[in-house]
């Protein structure tokens, strides 16, 4: 198929279009685009300049995708948006491109679902398989790992990094890390549990649930100091590669992960 241009969209001479590009009324791309092939951009989207899209994404109405970052220390470094493939972002979504001090990059994996109103600012990190609820805001320099949902109205505080699998319940405000496979809600964010409804959908396996709550009584449960419950889980437990993907997460952590909610000894 070939790509067919709305009249009234306004696209900059070098703006890079692939095939079976679709792109609707007053829909704008600016210069230094690229946009890959099968994606769609509807009515009003605007691509702004420096933003690489791959192919299959769907830009919905009134979304803009590669805006300066909302940054005073922004000084108008030629900085990029760099998406995926497969993404969808509905409307009135917005997304920053990166800044000089944070690398000059924002970076989206492929699979992802933003919906409407969700922000994503610069020097953000998504990897394959988000899904943003509505209302959703990511903060400057936050990394979002694998497959990981955060609910409607949730706000990441800066500098924050979500792990796998994870999931943040709706009206959520998160200023800690988020392990892997946790389950966290609250209007100051509190790890509640393992994600076991969100782990039993992707077909982890009997086996390594089991050892996944008890890497999780041991860490957050016990009244073992951090480093020995660690230390402990990765003696006992260490053959599961997602304990040991829990257990180095912890311990790489800068901002340090949020705490248990009611904690239980």
Known sequence: MSTEIHPTAVIDPNARLGLDVRVGPYAIIEHDCVIGDSTRIDSFGQIKAHTTLGSN????????????????????????????????????????????????????????????????????????????????????????????????????????????????????????????????????????????????RRGIDKQTLSALKSAFKMIWRSDMTRTKALEKVSLELGQYPEVRQLVEFVQASERGVLALKNKRN
């Open 57 to 200: 994404n769907h830009v919905h109405s009134y979304a803009c995708l590669g805006g300066t970052p909302q940054d005073l220390k922004y000084r108008g470094g030629d900085t990029r948006l760099e998406i995926g493939d497969g993404n969808c972002f509905r409307e009135f979504v917005t997304v920053n491109r990166g800044t000089e001090e944070g690398g000059g990059v924002t970076r989206l994996g492929s699979g992802i679902l933003v919906m409407a109103y969700a922000h994503i600012a610069h020097d953000c990190r998504l990897a394959d398989g988000v899904i943003m609820a509505n209302a959703a805001t990511l903060a400057g320099h936050v990394l979002v790992d694998r497959m990981a949902v955060i609910g409607g109205l949730c706000a990441i505080h800066q500098f924050v990094r979500i792990g796998e699998f994870a999931y943040i319940g709706g009206m959520t405000g998160v200023s800690q890390d988020v392990p892997p496979f946790m389950l966290v809600a609250g209007e100051r964010g509190w790890l509640h549990n393992l994600n076991l409804i969100g782990l039993r």
